[in-house]
């Protein structure tokens, strides 16, 4: 009886594996072109980019066409989560680290580059509102490995903007 008993679990958790695996396939971003430096990113928006309302706006350097998708971001990628226990500290977690990460990197890029003068204001704006759009879109995305590997995988702040530039926001 208890080899029958195993014997039916094994061959159960094998067809469970099978079937698991004929019915998880990885799904890609709607439209990656690969070719020897770059990737090229397409990914669908239905309607509009939304804006998140938050209690508490952080001002942007760059004024107000930015600042309203800089808050959007943040409230998308930051889950903060009080403690009741303990000391009364604040736990953050990010969602998807990886893109929140670079879009710090080139945030902090572009406020140095404006204030070195080596870009001015608008350019600034213009990149900074493209890399926003971007990061809010993708942070509803279900999968995004091969961006995400396309912005570790770049070594410095102008190769993580030209990611960011080679990414196409299609809508519909």
């Not at 014997?7 to 067809?15: D, I, K, R, S, Y």
């Not at 397409?42 to 804006?51: A, D, H, R």
């Not at 303990?86 to 902090?108: D, E, H, L, R």
Request: glycine share 2%; proline share 3%; net charge negative.
């Amino acid at each position: 009886m208890k080899t029958f008993a195993f014997f039916l679990g094994l061959t159960l958790t094998v067809c469970l594996h099978v079937q698991a695996s004929d019915v998880t396939t990885l799904s890609t971003p709607d439209n990656v072109e690969e070719s020897t430096n770059t990737s090229k990113f397409s990914f669908t928006v239905y309607g509009e980019i939304p804006e998140a309302k938050v209690d508490f706006a952080q001002p942007h350097f760059l004024g107000q066409p930015v600042e309203a998708k800089w808050n959007t971001f943040l409230k998308n990628y930051t889950l903060v989560s009080q403690q009741s226990i303990g000391f009364s500290s604040t736990n953050v977690q990010f969602n998807k680290p990886v893109i929140y990460n670079a879009v710090q990197k080139v945030n902090k890029y572009l406020k140095k580059s404006v204030k070195k003068g080596l870009v001015t204001k608008t350019e600034a704006a213009d990149t900074m509102n493209h890399v926003l759009d971007c990061a809010n879109v993708v942070c509803f995305e279900p999968d995004t490995k091969a961006f995400e590997e396309a912005l570790a995988d770049a070594k410095t702040r102008e190769d993580i903007i030209r990611v960011f530039e080679n990414t196409e926001l299609v809508f519909r």
